[in-house]
């Protein structure tokens, strides 16, 4: 459990980890925040789940709740460094998801709605899975402080 903790946890990178974390965590975090809590123009839960029911997305309400609080609170996660890998493999399945059941189809660039911006933000999320939170996140914060009691020197 030691082992799995450090390796979740522990990641070299520094500024340029930051500068990737940050604003990806920004938008997901944002995008998400329009799903739960019709915040920045959003329709809530009640029509993004509409809107997910209109695209296949069943159960309907269930699938914006699921896909909000990924966004929101994985792009949370990202922004602070917190439990970074996890974070970044939540909004990775789920722009995985919005790839193949939304956008797959329309083309390639965003004014036909096509992969363009969900592939970017799966790559994005994917690179941050493998990285990890770097020097500047809570992630280093936790384990450089024992806060799990499992560092090892």
């Known amino acids: 459990m030691k082992a799995l903790i450090n390796k979740t946890l522990a990641a070299n990178a520094g500024w340029e980890v930051l500068i ?16 739960l809590f019709a915040w920045f123009g959003g329709y809530g839960l009640e029509g ?11 159960p309907d309400f269930l699938m914006a709740l699921l896909a909000g609080s990924a966004e929101f609170f994985g792009g ?12 970044a ?12 059941a ?12 096509g992969i ?3 592939l970017a933000l799966l790559s994005a999320s994917a690179a941050l899975m493998f990285i990890g ?11 450089k ?9």
């Open 20 to 35: 990737l974390r940050v604003p990806i965590g920004l938008i997901f975090a944002a995008h998400g925040s329009q799903k």
């Open 76 to 87: 949370v996660g990202l922004i602070l460094g917190l439990f970074t890998r996890a974070s």
């Open 133 to 143: 939170g770097g020097r500047y996140s809570v992630d280093d914060y936790l384990l």
């Open 48 to 58: 993004t789940g509409q809107w997910m029911a209109s695209v296949g997305l069943q």
């Open 116 to 118: 363009e911006y969900a």
């Open 102 to 113: 939304v956008h797959l189809g329309k083309g390639f660039f965003m004014d036909t709605h």
């Open 145 to 153: 402080n024992s806060f799990f009691g499992v560092q090892d020197d």
């Open 89 to 100: 493999a939540v909004n990775a399945l789920t722009m995985l998801v919005a790839l193949l």
